[in-house]
């Protein structure tokens, strides 16, 4: 039996009920249900994206009712899966489609590869997995699979390294069962050739595996070096008089630009207890009541490791309830969209 044969025998026998797939394996798929399950996937744990997902189709159930959605909607049902660029960009594609495709994604890879938030990858998963195409698809488990299959030195991290992955994915996706074996591709990197502790002696292809062979699995692929930019700041928490609290579109901030998120900025860490001058572009201490320090917490973004401390500020102010800007404290769960700002509502014990 060959290598792709082996694959989709196993796949079929392991393969895992998702909420957006179908039963049948053999089914055509909705390319609306591929391409959202898909954006979420990127970066995030299948756990975490089963909840998110059936959350959001039910209240996004077509590409017409997204693209009607107001920025602030989606980024509400998008809370907790971090990157909120992934979110806009699909709010703005939903739109592009409403508006020249009739609501439909597009027929070909070009016009996919061209709207925002959808690159090879999700191209080539839309085509292959809801259509049925032969399509190739390249992402993070299939590159730890290629390097392993046949002990590649090197990542996809230049277009020479990148084209000879992309030539060993349509080598994979060359036969009319294409859209099996890029799925079970997918689901043998998740479950089975995993980063750390892979379960090799169950996999389909060991056989064929060098790196197992040679039992060098650990050394492929290559480590990926990672530079992180440290950022050290404050959040303020200001809340008025009659329970709201403030939040800004701080088109100053290093890692959340035009999101609706608390005021912070770069504070280096002190003793001092304060009232910071830079806070004052937010709230003029003539209005503030109290505050206080409330601790510190840890948070990564992007390219980003943060390290912020939290100011709680009590105002002397009674906000308007038509203020976009301030948000009951009964409804910040609901409100805010992404998790930098949660981190920092729950040190000041909001």
Same mark, same amino acid.
């Given at each position: 039996?060959?290598?792709?044969?082996q694959?989709?025998s196993?796949?079929?026998k392991n393969?895992?009920?998702?909420?957006?797939?179908p039963?049948?394996p053999?089914?055509?798929r909705?390319?609306?249900?591929?391409w959202?399950?898909?954006?979420?996937l990127?970066?995030?744990?299948?756990?975490?994206?089963?909840?998110?997902?059936?959350r959001?189709?039910?209240?996004?159930?077509?590409?017409?009712?997204?693209?009607?959605?107001?920025?602030?909607?989606?980024?509400?049902?998008w809370?907790?899966?971090g990157?909120?660029?992934?979110?806009?960009?699909?709010?703005?594609?939903?739109q592009?489609?409403?508006?020249?495709?009739n609501?439909?994604?597009?027929?070909?890879?070009?016009?996919?590869?061209?709207?925002?938030g959808?690159?090879?990858?999700?191209?080539?998963?839309?085509?292959s997995?809801?259509?049925?195409e032969?399509?190739?698809?390249?992402?993070?488990n299939?590159?730890?699979?290629?390097?392993r299959?046949?002990?590649i030195?090197f990542?996809?991290?230049?277009k020479?390294?990148?084209?000879?992955?992309?030539?060993?994915?349509?080598?994979?996706?060359?036969?009319?069962?294409?859209f099996?074996?890029?799925e079970?591709?997918?689901?043998?990197?998740?479950?089975?050739?995993?980063v750390?502790n892979?379960?090799?002696?169950?996999?389909?292809?060991?056989?064929?595996?060098?790196?197992?062979?040679?039992?060098?699995?650990?050394?492929?692929?290559p480590?990926?070096k990672?530079s992180? =930019?440290e %950022? $050290?700041?404050?959040? /303020? #928490?200001? @809340?008025?008089?009659?329970?709201?609290? !403030?939040?800004t579109?701080n088109?100053?901030?290093?890692f959340?630009?035009?999101q609706?998120?608390?005021?912070?900025?770069?504070?280096?860490?002190?003793?001092?207890?304060?009232?910071p001058?830079?806070? =004052?572009? %937010? $709230?003029?201490?003539? /209005? #503030?009541? @109290?505050?206080?320090?409330?601790?510190? !917490?840890?948070?990564s973004?992007?390219?980003?490791?943060?390290?912020c401390?939290?100011?709680?500020?009590?105002?002397?102010?009674?906000?308007?309830?038509k203020?976009?800007?301030?948000?009951?404290?009964?409804?910040?769960?609901?409100?805010?969209?992404?998790?930098?700002?949660?981190?920092?509502?729950k040190?000041?014990?909001?």
């Amino acid at each position: 039996m060959s290598s792709k044969n082996q694959l989709i025998s196993w796949f079929l026998k392991n393969r895992k009920a998702l909420p957006w797939r179908p039963e049948d394996p053999y089914a055509f798929r909705n390319d609306y249900f591929v391409w959202i399950s898909e954006i979420m996937l990127q970066q995030t744990q299948v756990a975490a994206v089963c909840e998110h997902f059936s959350r959001w189709i039910l209240r996004f159930p077509k590409i017409s009712d997204l693209a009607k959605a107001s920025e602030k909607d989606v980024l509400s049902h998008w809370q907790g899966l971090g990157y909120y660029s992934r979110a806009k960009n699909i709010l703005r594609t939903a739109q592009i489609l409403v508006r020249d495709y009739n609501g439909f994604l597009p027929a070909s890879r070009k016009e996919l590869e061209a709207l925002p938030g959808i690159g090879k990858y999700t191209a080539g998963a839309i085509l292959s997995l809801a259509r049925h195409e032969k399509e190739a698809i390249l992402d993070g488990n299939l590159i730890r699979i290629f390097s392993r299959l046949e002990k590649i030195p090197f990542l996809p991290d230049q277009k020479s390294s990148s084209d000879f992955y992309w030539n060993i994915a349509r080598e994979w996706s060359s036969s009319k069962k294409a859209f099996l074996i890029n799925e079970a591709l997918m689901e043998l990197g998740r479950n089975c050739c995993k980063v750390k502790n892979p379960t090799c002696n169950v996999c389909p292809l060991k056989a064929n595996c060098k790196a197992f062979i040679s039992k060098q699995i650990s050394l492929f692929p290559p480590k990926k070096k990672k530079s992180f =930019e440290e %950022w $050290i700041g404050l959040v /303020l #928490v200001i @809340e008025s008089e009659n329970g709201k609290i !403030f939040f800004t579109d701080n088109d100053q901030s290093h890692f959340l630009k035009k999101q609706k998120t608390l005021p912070h900025f770069e504070f280096p860490y002190s003793e001092s207890k304060n009232f910071p001058a830079k806070a =004052e572009e %937010w $709230i003029s201490f003539n /209005l #503030v009541k @109290e505050f206080h320090f409330c601790g510190r !917490f840890k948070h990564s973004i992007t390219r980003y490791k943060i390290d912020c401390n939290v100011l709680h500020v009590l105002t002397t102010q009674k906000i308007s309830s038509k203020n976009p800007n301030w948000i009951s404290k009964k409804n910040l769960l609901k409100e805010t969209a992404n998790s930098f700002s949660l981190k920092a509502l729950k040190v000041a014990s909001l």
